[in-house]
């Protein structure tokens, strides 16, 4: 009896081991797990073979980079439950009638500016919370044919996420869209949030999504795209990805590329612009912001002329979900010392309800 017993026992055990490593297998192929740089595919509307002899960028050209963080085209009749710092918004989706209505403001600006490069940030993919469409791939089949080469990027993807104002999936990209001949692209991760295993791996894996152009004669332009993390308050999270940054363009110069660096850093600029965000914000950003840093070191636009001068509020590039007007900048543009800025604007008058974020446009002249 106390043989048979032993062998029950242990029968037992073996089948809550095997659930277990089952349970953890299953949690570690439902969510993104990315290397520290990878290679993301160049993907091109033109026939094999011919991608190589697309235009490609010329020395001395000007070009102009439109830069949007297009909150998953969910409009602006919501405040989301993350809109508050508390995690209280009252919504949790948008419906798909404002969803389709935001893609037609959307597109409508891209196709008024026609930017040479388009720069984006939190497009969806496979999220319950937009009926699971790709919206690269929907995005990509409604711009010209012009627009012949795209990369992309995930920093946040799972299968199912537990959260009580999400259970569903989740899945977000960077994306940068070219009528220029891209060659390759790369995944960079940012350092993330600490967080225990579980948490961490359900989160955003943020990242710096890059796509190398070749210049005729030689010379290659490196373009990013990149989302720093919001609710990092009480860590390092954001002097980490700051510094991260840093070194990528470090080594990009070191590389001989010329670069822009596009984006929602979710950080204030230097000056001003702490003091004059609404006291229940403040305390989630530093008065000694952690993109200093990056201003001190490559030209940053908005210039800090411009984010203190008294026409500042034309540069302001945030429209939260939970406020009356734009109230501050997040999102930028860094470029390199080889590259001549030749404007910057924020499009304002005609945008204030497609998104949180506001399209921003640079023009620069190649080296």
């Known amino acids: 009896m106390k043989k048979s017993g032993g062998r029950k026992l242990l029968k037992v055990l073996l089948i809550v081991a095997a659930s277990l490593v089952a349970l953890v297998a299953l949690f570690w192929f439902s969510t993104y797990h990315p290397r520290a740089v990878q290679a993301e595919t160049v993907h091109s509307r033109l026939p094999a073979g011919q991608a190589e002899t697309a235009p490609s960028l010329q020395p001395g050209q000007t070009i102009k980079l439109l830069n949007w963080n297009v909150q998953y085209m969910a409009g602006k009749n919501y405040v989301f439950f993350y809109d508050e710092w508390d995690g209280s918004g009252p919504d949790n989706r948008p419906s798909r009638t404002d969803i389709e209505v935001t893609w037609g403001e959307t597109l409508r600006v891209i196709l008024d500016e026609n930017p040479d490069v388009i720069v984006l940030q939190e ?51 960077l994306a940068i869209i070219s009528k220029y001949r891209i060659d390759r692209a790369a995944r960079h991760q940012l350092p993330q949030m600490p967080g225990d295993p579980i948490t961490t791996q359900l989160n955003f894996k943020r990242a710096v999504l890059e796509a190398i152009l070749p210049i005729s004669g030689g010379g290659e332009l490196s373009l990013m795209s990149t989302h720093l993390d919001a609710f990092a308050q009480g860590s390092d999270t954001m002097e980490r990805q700051v510094d991260y ?12 590329r010329a670069f822009a660096i596009a984006g ?54 945030h429209f939260p979900n939970i406020a009356a007007e734009p109230d501050r900048v997040l999102d930028y543009y860094f470029i390199s010392d080889d590259l001549e800025p030749r404007g910057y604007r924020v499009r304002q008058a005609d945008t204030l309800h497609i998104s949180d974020h506001l399209p921003t446009i640079l023009e620069i002249r190649l080296p």
Request: charged share 20%; with cysteine; proline share 9%.
């Open 123 to 173: 497009l969806h993919d496979g999220s319950s919370s937009t009926d699971r469409e790709n919206q690269v791939e929907r995005l990509m089949q409604a711009l010209p044919p012009e627009y012949a080469f795209w990369c992309e990027a995930w920093y946040w993807r799972a299968a199912f996420v537990p959260h009580p104002r999400i259970m569903g999936s989740a899945g977000m990209k």
């Open 264 to 317: 929602d850093f979710n950080l204030v600029p230097p000056g001003l612009s702490y003091s004059r965000l609404p006291a229940a914000e403040q305390p989630m950003f530093k008065p000694e912001t952690e993109i200093s840093r990056l201003y001190a070191l490559y030209r940053g636009y908005p210039t800090l002329e411009q984010v203190d001068g008294p026409d500042w509020r034309s540069y302001l590039t």
């Open 245 to 256: 940054v840093l070194g990528l363009l470090a080594q990009t110069t070191s590389a001989g």
